[in-house]
């Protein structure tokens, strides 16, 4: 790692990156995915937009990143402990992600507003992280066991 003669600090191309999905999520969390320009990253990051650009193509790219970035740490965050009862395991689970949900409310209402709006790439992301938090409610009893740990009963309703 090297100092430019600017204060600035050079870092490797992946840490950059990882820094920049941060801070987009970061922001993310305060503002709705439209509010959250590459101008506004740029600043907040104190760097280029040209630099931005060189890391994520486009608008739409970095957008997408974001959301894939915000997806998959509400995937970690909210992933059951290992301990405990089944129902208790996945309380533990549900509170993560109502807490998450709080805490990232104006990201999270622009994920969902972005897939119901038709936008393919913010559906199939929306989906994916949809898909790995409804199964691990099947992971955590056995799929021939969950509407009994579930105490729920099979009906058309």
């Known amino acids: 790692m090297t100092t430019a003669s600017s204060g600035r600090t050079r870092l490797r191309p992946e840490t950059r990156r990882e820094q920049l999905l941060?801070?987009?999520v970061r922001l993310?969390?305060?503002r709705s995915l439209d509010e959250l320009s590459i101008d506004v990253l740029a600043e907040e990051a104190g760097i280029s937009r040209g630099l931005l650009y060189h890391y994520f193509g486009n608008k739409q790219d970095f957008h997408r990143a974001v959301v894939r970035h915000a997806a998959d740490d509400l995937i970690r965050v909210t992933a059951p402990v290992?301990?405990?009862e089944p129902l208790e395991?996945?309380?533990r689970s549900l509170d993560a992600y109502v807490g998450y949900v709080e805490a990232n409310y104006a990201g999270y209402v622009?994920?969902?507003?972005?897939?119901a709006s038709g936008n393919e790439d913010?559906?199939?992301?929306?989906?994916e992280a949809r898909a790995a938090l409804t199964d691990r409610i099947f992971d955590v009893a056995g799929a021939?066991?969950?509407l009994?740990?579930?105490r729920l009963q099979d009906t058309p309703a």
């Open 22 to 24: 941060e801070l987009g």
């Open 28 to 30: 993310l969390s305060t």
């Open 82 to 84: 290992q301990e405990g």
């Open 89 to 91: 395991r996945l309380a």
């Open 110 to 115: 622009s994920l969902v507003r972005g897939a």
């Open 122 to 127: 913010l559906q199939r992301i929306y989906e």
């Open 144 to 146: 021939d066991g969950v």
């Open 148 to 150: 009994d740990v579930l």
